[in-house]
């Protein structure tokens, strides 16, 4: 984090208006974004500037870190601020039992904590007792314990954790592994995003195609190479 | 009030070829905390905290109000925590920078959301009369750390604070001083208590209950809070170096011994307060 240059805090107009527990919880919510992007930012490119960053909520169902700090990503992309890489934000739940119709979930890893056995009667395989959900509704984060996670999805880093509600260890590290395993999919959303809009900005006019044949998006082949990063 | 001013350069490369070594500028081993002492006051509820150099007072009272209405069952539990110049000049009266915000914060997580005081229990006349807990903590000196230490203050003044025992007959409500009637522990679920880590450079060297210059130099913190029956109440990465899950889950498994030896020395000097101290005679 540069001298020179710093990353200006998002102070909510909100703050301003709401109770002093909104105030805090605003406060919180900046001083939280700031963190997870400064170590992201190049800011050594921007000597003696201030990158400031906005928030406006508009509506919230549930999940709003994780909302803002997607969202903070592909502004910042927007402005085209140079990033070493996405910051993808997942909020994940522990639901206490796995749902007797369903086959029980399998995650992609091993977890370091042992974990109490709680076999699912039905099929007869034992599973960890917990089932996770991926990206909360209002109810469901009220209701769950629950855990918002923000993850550079090249190196699998985990950049920001949030726990709020009492959790036991072992189911703690299960909505861990699954927020760095959610967060290739929020990855792969956001880069589709990206790619539509940059080829949105890069669609040449018909007259400029036809002064200068080869260029992006004018000859189907060419645009193949052009467009990949 | 001046800035806090920025280490020096020999101080922040002394520090980060120690740690690449494994050792620390004040003697300890990486997970090491500092000496956790407890002192109690004369009157319940009053404890003081000292983690090495940092020292935080805490003092509970309790008072009668009226509840919310859509909570009628349900009493308060109020933390103040206001950081006056007297814990550190860099600190200023009145105005709460960012950091202050922040430590209120995980403060008010580890003890109110985690329901480590159970509120119900504070009612009196549903819908009228219920306890008020007010949680007033004290930042004496600021040696780095001062969450951990506040947090170990506040839920060791949470257990030794009685409130007068109080006498409903209908709609009567007698409140009995200490002389005549022998006053009421709170209902206190479990023991939070936060463990502050602090992370430098890129390699993830992390080192646990960070002094007044780790937490300068850190390139990030991750404050776990973590009762002894190996529950996270709060887990508090708030951005700072991108660490891999490995290194999480290893922190939190440290976090778990250490909170149980914590946890084992407020017991402690809980018992050795109390044999002191006579609160009741049987």
Redesign the interface.
């Known amino acids: 984090m540069g001298r020179g240059s710093q990353l200006g805090?998002a102070k909510a107009v909100a703050a301003r208006y709401g109770s002093l527990l909104v105030v805090?919880?605003t406060?919180?919510l900046a001083?939280?974004?700031?963190?997870?992007?400064?170590?992201?930012l190049l800011l050594h490119l921007y000597p003696r500037s201030s990158i400031d960053i906005y928030l406006q909520i508009l509506e919230v169902d549930g999940s709003l870190l994780q909302a803002a700090i997607n969202a903070t990503t592909l502004a910042l992309i927007s402005a085209g601020l140079p990033l070493t890489d996405y910051v993808c934000s997942l909020s994940l739940a522990s639901y206490p039992s796995i749902s007797p119709s369903a086959a029980p979930q399998i995650p992609p890893f091993t977890l370091?904590?042992p974990s109490v056995p709680h076999s699912n009667k039905e099929s007869g395989t034992i599973g960890s007792g917990s089932t996770t959900l991926l990206d909360l509704c209002q109810q469901e984060e009220q209701s769950l314990p629950n855990?918002t996670v923000a993850v550079?999805p090249r190196?699998?880093?985990?950049?920001?954790?949030?726990?709020?509600?009492?959790?036991?260890?072992g189911r703690?590290?299960e909505m861990?592994?699954w927020g760095?395993e959610g967060s290739k999919v929020v990855q792969g959303a956001m880069e589709e995003a990206v790619h539509t809009w940059a080829q949105s900005l890069a669609a040449p006019s018909k007259g400029l195609a036809n002064l200068f044949p080869g260029i992006a998006g004018s000859k189907p082949e060419g645009e193949d190479e052009e467009m990949d990063d | 009030m001046p800035r806090e001013v920025d280490p020096s350069i020999n101080e922040s490369e002394f520090l980060h070829k120690a740690l690449q070594q494994g050792l620390r500028t004040d003697g300890r081993s990486v997970y090491d905390m500092r000496d956790v002492k407890l002192t109690f006051g004369d009157e319940l509820g009053w404890v003081e905290c000292r983690l090495g150099e940092t020292r935080v007072v805490v003092q509970v009272s309790g008072e009668i109000v009226k509840p919310l209405a859509d909570r009628p069952y349900e009493g308060f539990l109020v933390i103040s925590t206001e950081i006056s110049p007297m814990a550190s000049s860099a600190y200023e009266a009145g105005r709460a920078s960012?950091e202050e915000?922040?430590m209120?914060?995980l403060l008010e997580?580890a003890l109110r959301?985690?329901?480590a005081v159970d509120r119900e229990a504070l009612c009196i006349v549903a819908g009228q009369k219920v306890w008020s807990i007010r949680v007033d903590v004290h930042f004496l000196d600021d040696e780095g750390n001062m969450l951990d230490c506040a947090s170990i203050a506040a839920i060791t003044a949470l257990r030794h604070f009685r409130r007068p025992d109080v006498t409903v007959i209908g709609e009567d409500v007698t409140i009995h001083s200490m002389a005549e009637h022998v006053p009421v522990p709170l209902a206190i679920h479990h023991t939070p208590i936060c463990l502050t880590f602090a992370f430098f450079g890129d390699d993830s060297l992390a080192v646990l209950d960070p002094s007044h210059l780790e937490s300068l130099l850190a390139?990030?913190t991750?404050t776990l809070t973590l009762n002894s029956q190996?529950?996270?109440?709060?887990?508090?990465?708030?951005?700072?170096?991108?660490?891999?899950?490995?290194d999480?889950?290893k922190v939190?498994?440290i976090g778990?011994q250490r909170v149980k030896e914590v946890d084992a020395l407020i017991k402690s000097s809980l018992e050795m307060e109390a044999k002191k101290t006579v609160v009741e005679v049987r």
């Open positions: 805090g805090k919880r406060i919180e001083a939280s974004l700031k963190a997870t992007f400064e170590p992201v370091s904590t855990v550079l190196s699998g880093k985990v950049t920001l954790v949030n726990l709020e509600t009492r959790v036991g260890v703690f590290e861990l592994r760095v | 960012d915000v922040l209120a914060r997580k959301r985690s329901e390139s990030g991750l190996q529950e996270i109440c709060v887990l508090s990465k708030a951005g700072g170096v991108p660490l891999p899950a490995d999480i889950m939190i498994q778990v």
